[in-house]
């Protein structure tokens, strides 16, 4: 099988993908709540094998490596149930620009930054902005879970699409790491239905803290999840990643 993390390859050969202009993929995900039945590293978790399986797929048309991913991101809206990791907006900003520029030094030019977290969604999208005008790489950024809107909705049952801790990142997690879902605990794993942050349609925009959401720390309905509901989530949606790779944004 081909190998495309970048922390399981040797320096000779990520230079010689670099000389291949090869894609650079870059997780970025969090540690924080995710109920009582989730790990905490799930959006970690799952945006890095959504880009492990993405890289592979795409390599029979384009070579592709996947750096370690960002395990820490924007979780301030969590931190009152314990457990999370949050970063301020100026050190997740700092931590992508020296990631960045060590990958453009390592000789790479196109980076994706992959998203895993729907807290950091509006702060990529113009952190990517801000690191297309300090650095000299072509840089692009996607959501692992947008990247494929139909694919999610179609995958689940009692849901419309992603929330917290969920039908759809819970079904995920059964199929990529069932070892790490308390399953006796799904059954009171269920909270009220929420929108993606970025994709609400409020005409007010307000910082709200997620123990006001949600006492169990659920939003949707984990006891609605299947192994097999994730394994389509995770093929489809990284049969869509390399499907954007294979269309080359950067020349867009």
């Known amino acids: 099988m081909t190998e495309v993390l970048w922390n399981h390859l040797t320096a000779a050969e990520l230079r010689a993908l670099a000389d291949e202009d090869a894609v650079v993929l870059l997780p970025v995900g969090a540690t924080e709540q995710h109920g009582p039945h989730l790990p905490t590293g799930v959006d970690d978790f799952l945006a890095a094998e959504v880009c492990r399986r993405a890289a592979l797929l795409a390599a029979s048309h384009t070579p592709v490596v996947v750096t370690p991913s960002v395990w820490s991101g924007l979780s301030e809206h969590h931190m009152a149930f314990g457990g999370t990791f949050t970063l301020s ?6 931590l992508l620009r020296d990631i960045c520029r060590s990958v453009w030094r390592a000789g790479f030019t196109r980076i994706l930054i992959v998203n895993g977290h ?3 969604m509006t702060a990529l999208h113009a952190l990517t902005t801000e690191l297309t005008a300090e650095l000299p790489a072509r840089i692009a950024f996607t959501n692992y879970f947008t990247v494929a809107r139909d694919v999610v909705r179609d995958s689940l049952e ?3 699409g992603l929330m917290h801790a969920c039908e759809g990142e819970t079904s995920m997690m059964l199929a990529a790491r069932p070892e790490l879902v308390r399953t006796e605990h799904l059954a009171e794993a269920h909270g009220p239905d929420i929108a993606l942050p970025a994709e609400s349609t409020a005409p007010v925009y307000l910082a709200v803290p997620f123990e006001r959401i949600t006492v169990s720390g ?4 984990a006891d609605a999840a299947t192994a097999a509901k994730g394994e389509k989530m995770l093929s489809g949606l990284a049969k869509a990643l390399a499907d954007a790779i294979a269309r080359d944004p950067w020349q867009s």
């Open 89 to 94: 907006l100026a050190t997740l900003h700092a």
């Open 118 to 120: 729907g807290g950091n």
């Open 158 to 160: 009692v849901q419309d």
């Open 218 to 221: 659920v939003a949707g309905h």
